[in-house]
């Protein structure tokens, strides 16, 4: 299957150069440019899969750019995470009037990031994405919505499936329960943080049974991860 392509329209290089290695370490195709005419141009040429855009650009902005892709057919659907240092309620929404699927204010979680440009090529193009996760003696089917230990099927609720399913995708990256309810809740959702302990427990008492190494890492006073141990099968 070929690699999902993201462009990446910043003007920051150190940012930049953050950005690739980690998409490009997730598995991803990466393009990138610091100007939106240049950007304009690949998208007419080259539609990529995903764009992460700056608002604030030397030239045309990003916001405009954004705008411009939304009355284009060839551009009108595709993915856009704007990233931005303004983090105004009414930026926001103007962002997302604009056209854009998500915000990201700077600075920003890495983790959460990938996590977003998961989730949104996930629900724009499921054909881009793995059908299945594994570690370990662990099978998580996004298709089916099935979890599978060894031989046993696991009932999980919804949630629980979603809280699985983000920590699968990073084996050993620590989420801090914010990053949690962002990525598994969404940012319009306000829950306390304390859910996030609630459901941990939840998934805990649905995947393990008897002696079962527990694949779910608590670092105290952060959060949780993923233990990378497990998802490379070892005790």
């Known amino acids: 299957m070929t690699p999902p392509r993201i462009l990446i329209v910043e003007d920051e290089e150190a940012l930049t150069i953050l950005l690739k290695y980690n998409l490009e370490s997730e598995g991803y195709s990466v393009q990138i440019t610091d100007r939106a005419e240049e950007a304009e141009l690949v998208l007419s040429e080259n539609p990529p899969d995903l764009v992460l855009l700056d608002w604030m650009l030397p030239g045309m902005s990003g916001i405009e750019l954004c705008r411009r892709m939304?009355?284009?057919?060839?551009?009108?659907?595709?993915?856009?995470?704007?990233?931005?240092?303004?983090?105004?309620?009414?930026?926001?929404?103007?962002?997302?009037?604009?056209?854009?699927?998500?915000?990201?204010?700077?600075?920003?979680?890495?983790?959460?990031?990938?996590a977003r440009v998961r989730a949104l090529l996930r629900r724009a193009n499921p054909e881009l994405t793995q059908a299945k996760l594994s570690a370990g003696d662990i099978e998580l089917d996004r298709e089916t919505?099935?979890?599978?230990?060894?031989?046993?099927?696991?009932?999980?609720?919804?949630?629980?499936?979603?809280?699985?399913?983000?920590?699968?995708?990073?084996?050993?990256?620590?989420?801090?329960?914010?990053q949690l309810l962002d990525g598994v809740w969404g940012r319009d959702v306000y829950?306390?943080?304390?859910?996030?302990?609630?459901?941990?427990?939840?998934?805990?008492?649905?995947?393990?049974?008897?002696?079962?190494?527990?694949?779910?890492?608590?670092?105290?006073?952060?959060?949780?991860?993923?233990?990378?141990?497990?998802?490379?099968?070892?005790?």
């Open 145 to 178: 919505h099935r979890v599978r230990r060894g031989s046993r099927e696991l009932h999980l609720g919804p949630t629980e499936f979603r809280l699985l399913e983000f920590l699968m995708q990073s084996p050993g990256r620590v989420f801090t329960r914010e």
């Open 70 to 114: 939304r009355t284009r057919a060839q551009t009108e659907r595709l993915p856009v995470i704007m990233l931005t240092a303004r983090g105004e309620e009414t930026e926001r929404i103007r962002g997302l009037a604009t056209g854009a699927d998500d915000f990201v204010v700077k600075p920003f979680s890495v983790p959460e990031l990938m």
């Open 191 to 235: 829950v306390d943080e304390r859910t996030v302990d609630v459901h941990i427990g939840r998934l805990r008492k649905a995947i393990n049974r008897g002696t079962a190494k527990d694949p779910i890492r608590t670092v105290r006073g952060t959060g949780y991860a993923f233990d990378e141990k497990f998802a490379r099968g070892r005790n």
